[in-house]
């Protein structure tokens, strides 16, 4: 036998096989963190998505409180002449901004939090003038016009709105019946 052979191959060995492996390791790591990086992003993502629903389902409740206050006919006699009071809100000035988009507006009117809400809802109520209940009624003179005819037509307008938390804004227009 022939043992010369064995001590050779071993001696020609030049440690490819480390290199190799730290080369793997490496690949390894690098996609582990491409993973880590993209479950983090969709749990953030996932997150917002809960906070957003959430506001949106605090403005709604707000919105529908404020339909149900601006449906009652207490409403029109409530209307003031100018400005806002306890959320009802005079026609608006076409020469003016938004109401809702004025930093300084202080109209708003706090709505009901549901249990476990993490910010209290707001809204107000516009008086828009009256509106035809059905179309053309509003072009019969008035002396034949039916008392059904005009109607008051409210604009409702909710937020909610926290820091650090998603901001939403509704708007709904209803006619008073």
């Given at each position: 036998?022939?043992?010369?052979?064995?001590?050779?191959?071993?001696?020609?060995?030049?440690?490819?096989?480390?290199?190799?492996?730290?080369?793997?390791?490496?690949i390894m790591t690098l996609l582990g963190l491409a993973a880590l990086?993209?479950?983090?992003?969709?749990?953030r993502m996932s997150a917002n998505l809960r906070d957003r629903s959430l506001g949106f389902q605090a403005?709604?409740?707000?919105?529908?409180?404020?339909?149900?206050?601006?449906a009652l006919a207490t409403t029109r006699a409530a209307v003031p002449a100018s400005g806002c009071s306890n959320g009802i809100c005079a026609t608006p000035n076409a020469s003016q901004p938004d109401?809702?988009?004025?930093?300084?507006?202080?109209?708003?009117?706090?709505?009901?939090?549901?249990v476990g809400q993490a910010v209290a809802p707001s809204f107000?109520?516009?008086?828009?003038?009256?509106?035809p209940t059905w179309p053309g009624c509003d072009r019969i003179d008035e002396s034949n016009r039916s008392p059904l005819c005009m109607r008051p037509r409210y604009r409702v307008t909710a937020?909610?709105?926290?820091?650090?938390?998603?901001?939403?804004?509704?708007?709904?227009?209803?006619?008073?019946?």
């Open positions: 036998m022939k043992s010369t052979n064995l001590p050779t191959r071993l001696g020609r060995q030049d440690g490819a096989s480390l290199l190799i492996v730290l080369i793997l390791l490496l990086r993209g479950t983090l992003l969709e749990e403005a709604e409740a707000a919105l529908r409180e404020g339909e149900a206050l601006a109401r809702w988009l004025s930093s300084s507006f202080n109209g708003w009117r706090n709505g009901t939090t549901s107000f109520i516009e008086y828009m003038g009256d509106a937020r909610s709105e926290a820091a650090d938390r998603a901001s939403v804004l509704l708007q709904t227009n209803l006619i008073a019946q």
